[in-house]
């Protein structure tokens, strides 16, 4: 591992569980830095229980060392921890994952900074790529929990990972009409376009059923997802969908389907430009035509 030497003396800390003298040594530190030594400090331990203690015990810092620290030094420090925890959690994903969630279940959750959110959404997709089945329990309790940001991190994590598609899906039902924007948007702006790239006719269909349900919040997912390049993949199942939201009187929906309708315009204007002009003779979806008409006029 080619950790520079003058951080030899960091993993050394680690190793012995000085946390907090390890973490301030690495403020500064890049990412790939961090990793690095994170890597060579699971490579130190004798076996997979001491990685696993040591990715836990930097998730949940003990307490400072007794001769204080200043608040910027702290904050900065449990972020370093934070983030050391999310990368050696990266080794032992699979085998111990059972262990490692609780740890990046914390790491996910809304008292954590961005980038330590950031890196648990990644060791979370390692596990959902792996043991996808045996961990179902541990998602169904994420995309629910009341912390938001760890529901959409789970949303995030899911969507990146190679899970079946199909599986993930149904897991989606129970969150589809969460109306916390963490969860809606991680759905609609990251998650189904992921999932679409390995199975874009399984998420066209399931868009389909959730339109169907008439929920303000699904249908509201929906439209905001048809604005990534998931509806670019089938330009008329997207504009199926989007006839129907185009003609939801709930100003959430069709503001939301005009801005879909847009960006599917952008990708294929001969096809879709035809159709908004023929639906602002829709008395039900001239709104959204008008409306996508004066996105388009602007770009």
Known sequence: M????????????????????AARALIGADEALLREVADAAGNALSDRREV??????????????????DPRTRLLSLEIMGLLSAYVALA???????EIAPCLASLSGAESPFR????????????????FEESRSFWQESLTSA????????????????????????????????TRKAVR????????EDLARRDAH????????????????????VARALQTALGGMYVEDALEILGVLAGDERPMVWHAAAGALAEVA???????????????????RFRTANRAFEVLAKR
Not at 161 to 168: D, E, K, M, T, Y
Request: hydrophobic share 45%; aromatic share 8%; with cysteine.
């Open 92 to 98: 032992v994903g699979k085998e111990g994952w059972r």
């Open 147 to 178: 912390d938001s940001a760890r529901a959409g991190a789970a949303v995030r994590a899911l969507g990146a990972s190679g899970a079946p598609v199909l599986r993930v899906l149904d897991l989606f039902d129970a969150v589809i009409f969460d």
């Open 202 to 221: 399984a998420v066209y269909e399931r868009l389909r059923r959730w339109i169907a349900t008439r929920d303000e919040i699904a249908r509201w997912t």
């Open 266 to 284: 952008q990708r294929n204007p001969r096809r879709v430009l035809p159709e908004i002009a023929r639906w602002r003779d829709d008395p039900e």
């Open 2 to 21: 080619n950790v520079p030497s003058f951080y030899s003396e960091t993993v050394r800390a680690l190793v012995e569980g000085r946390v907090w003298k």
């Open 52 to 69: 696993l203690d040591l990715a836990c015990e930097l998730a949940f810092a003990p307490p400072p060392p007794p001769q204080g620290i």
């Open 185 to 192: 948007e991680s759905i609609a702006q990251r998650a189904l």
């Open 116 to 131: 330590v959110r950031e890196a648990a959404v990644v060791a979370l997709t390692v596990i959902a790529t792996d043991v």
